[in-house]
């Protein structure tokens, strides 16, 4: 089974910190992809990544950034964490038409 | 512009019932649809899938019908279990563009 690992389940972070969301998959799937998840929004893509130093922008990529050293990580960069920010993040890495998402980390922007 | 919606933000349904969730899309190009179940402070995970090119399909008490006339899919859920109480989403893939459409989830909850 692909695993998808988030580095953390929780975080609370103050307005205006550098944020950064780690995520790790073992499966050396090419495309990995961040969402976010908002009640009522459903889950929306703010990047994805189909190789190593690739990156696209999703549908919500103001106030974000990624980086994708290594073929297995995809980071996800907050550079001015503000309250609007607070979300549930998802990382997914994807083979063909399936993902698998990770655990998702929990962020609150104070 | 939302290209997949799911008009019920929650169901509640009796245990041993069956569950119905019903997803519409506008994009006649989406060439699979998806859905996941989500449990609070959990990572969406897959449940079943159907091609574009296909009308039915069916993993043991899950079922997706598609519609494309309609532009109408379903996830039929016979008998329902506490258990599958959860956050259900549907999903469209486009191969074309790489990306993963969501709705944005119905709250299903199977009282005992």
């Known amino acids: 089974d692909v695993k998808v690992t988030q580095s953390s389940r929780y975080l609370v972070k103050r307005t205006g910190e550098k944020v950064f969301l780690e995520c790790v998959q073992d499966m050396d799937h090419e495309n990995m992809f961040w969402y976010r998840q908002d009640p009522g929004l459903g889950l929306r893509l703010i990047y994805f990544s189909y190789d190593v130093k690739m990156k696209e922008k999703g549908d919500i990529p103001e106030g974000y950034s990624v980086s994708r050293e290594k073929k297995e990580r995809f980071s996800l960069i907050l550079e001015s964490a503000s309250t609007n920010q607070t979300s549930m993040y998802l990382c997914?890495?994807?083979?063909?038409?399936?993902?698998?998402f990770g655990s998702g980390t929990r962020l609150t922007v104070v | 512009d939302q290209q997949v919606k799911q008009n019920s933000p929650s169901l509640s349904v009796q245990e041993g019932r069956i569950s119905i969730l019903n997803c519409d899309y506008t994009?006649?190009?989406?060439?699979?649809f998806l859905w996941y179940k989500k449990y609070p402070a959990e990572g969406p995970t897959f449940l079943i899938s159907i091609s574009s090119i296909k009308d039915k399909n069916e993993d043991g008490r899950f079922t997706v019908f598609l519609n494309k006339s309609a532009k109408h899919l379903s996830l039929h859920i016979v008998p329902s279990q506490p258990g599958d109480s959860a956050v259900y989403f549907c999903?469209?893939?486009?191969?074309?563009?790489?990306?993963?459409?969501f709705g944005a989830g119905t709250i299903l909850r199977v009282k005992s």
């Open positions: 994009n006649s190009m989406f060439d699979y």
């Open positions: 999903a469209a893939y486009m191969e074309y563009g790489n990306k993963l459409v």
């Open positions: 997914a890495s994807r083979l063909n038409y399936g993902y698998t």
